[in-house]
């Protein structure tokens, strides 16, 4: 078993920028897949990054592309996601997960099966 542990959210104008952290422990860190989900009210949960046992091979959903960035330390057993202008559409809470699915398909929402307890995101227009 993983524990996942969020933390670096807050709240933020529309525009800014907000760093979320998550650390692993309990397995070898390099022995699954990381990523990040988010769940606003009334709404399902929604895959928004994800990044390989490696590093090499990233996810993004279409509505962050280019403005978050998704990356992991190997040494120091962490995966990071990096917000930048923020919109209010990004409000929700946020979660760290694993996924031990096979390479290849690992970044695939159906294997991620570890999961933290959530970061609050809430973006002010």
């Known amino acids: 078993q993983v524990q996942l542990v969020e933390s670096g959210g807050g709240a933020v104008q529309a525009g800014g920028s907000l760093r979320l952290s998550c650390a692993a422990s309990g397995r070898t860190f390099s022995s699954y897949a990381m990523g990040w989900f988010r769940q606003a009210p009334g709404k399902e949960r929604e895959r928004v990054a994800a990044?390989?046992?490696?590093?090499?091979?990233?996810y993004y959903a279409d509505s962050v592309k280019g403005r978050f960035t998704i990356s992991r330390d190997l040494a120091k057993n962490t995966v990071t996601l990096q917000m930048n202008s923020l919109k209010p559409e990004d409000t929700a809470v946020y979660y760290c997960?694993?996924?031990?699915?096979?390479?290849?398909?690992?970044?695939?929402?159906?294997?991620?099966?570890?999961w933290g307890q959530g970061t609050q995101v809430t973006v002010s227009s």
């Open positions: 997960a694993a996924s031990w699915g096979p390479y290849g398909s690992s970044l695939d929402r159906a294997y991620f099966s570890s």
């Open positions: 990044v390989s046992r490696n590093g090499g091979s990233t």
